[in-house]
């Protein structure tokens, strides 16, 4: 599935609509471009900001997209995932660029505060995108994502370097898989991710389709990125929805207070777990989803 930006078209009718005309005669701002994002709108409304996870496309946010109408939704694509070619992500980190390219387009699309979801790696993106640009946004949706994947991986009060050390195994034994071990792995994770089966196929052909250095260079980016440090620096409201995965067979209580103190530096923090349901939460319990989703975009 392939997510272009705007038409000349539909940007030029959106811009007059606005009453976003230039001061020079027949002049208007060129539509946005980028090498590591594309953007594509729809409905119309106060904007929100729909940013997917790993390997994943705006085939996340379908059927929400579908179910809560009345905003106007800008559905980003990670250049690199979901068949869209790697642009400037085919080197060095993902997450911390593309949030970036985000505020770059919030700025350059005159967004006024836009909502911003985002899920797992898109949660990342949201939270890097609220600490350092806190003007940028009006609230921000976390959908499953954990500040510091590192404290899963390498265990609680594990070192930058030993994190580190863990992120390149895990690297590592990523890029010697080969092409047929690359797929069971795909099938295997979205069979844990998700537990709604008719939506696994689409999931994992976004995954097959993606490009597997840029998939693995971001995952690494993912564990070794520490973000509760700037945690404080978020000015909005945060809402983070989160389920306990079945490979963390840990007390409930003690799950919950890991997320609670990982995120106690959030000024006004909405966390909710979310019970019967695996990573795509929009996907296995999307009736829950929305009236969460709902109240977060009124400010309820």
Do not use: C
């Amino acid at each position: 599935m392939s997510f272009t930006l705007f038409s000349r078209r539909t940007f030029i009718a959106a811009a007059l609509a606005a009453g976003a005309v230039l001061p020079v005669a027949g002049a208007l701002a060129a539509p946005f471009a980028s090498e590591r994002i594309t953007v594509r709108t729809e409905g119309s409304g106060p904007d929100v900001i729909l940013i997917p996870g790993l390997n994943s496309s705006p085939r996340t946010w379908a059927s929400t997209v579908a179910a809560v109408p009345g905003y106007r939704y800008h559905l980003v694509q990670v250049s690199g995932f979901a068949g869209q070619p790697a642009g400037a992500n085919k080197e060095g980190n993902v997450a911390a660029p593309v949030a970036e390219e985000v505020a770059r387009y919030i700025k350059e699309s005159n967004l006024k505060a836009p909502a911003v979801i985002g899920h797992s790696m898109g949660g990342t993106i949201g939270m890097m995108l609220a600490a350092r640009h806190p003007d940028s946004l009006s609230r921000l949706m976390v959908v499953d994502m954990f500040p510091y994947l590192g404290m899963f991986f390498a265990g609680p009060g594990a070192g930058t370097d030993k994190v580190t050390a863990v992120a390149d195994q895990v690297a590592a034994g990523m890029r010697a898989a080969s092409a047929d071990q690359r797929r069971e792995r795909a099938n295997a994770t979205i069979v844990g991710m998700v537990d709604t089966e008719s939506m696994r196929a689409g999931a994992i052909s976004d995954s097959m389709s993606s490009d597997a250095d840029v998939g693995i260079r971001a995952y690494r980016e993912l564990i070794v990125t520490n973000l509760i440090p700037e945690l404080q620096n978020i000015a909005v409201p945060v809402t983070v929805l989160y389920i306990q995965p079945k490979t963390v067979p840990i007390p409930a209580a003690q799950f919950d207070a890991a997320y609670k103190g990982a995120y106690s530096p959030v000024k006004a923090l909405t966390l909710t777990r979310i019970p019967d349901s695996a990573h795509f939460i929009m996907w296995d319990q999307p009736a829950r989803f929305q009236v969460e989703m709902k109240r977060f975009l009124s400010g309820q």
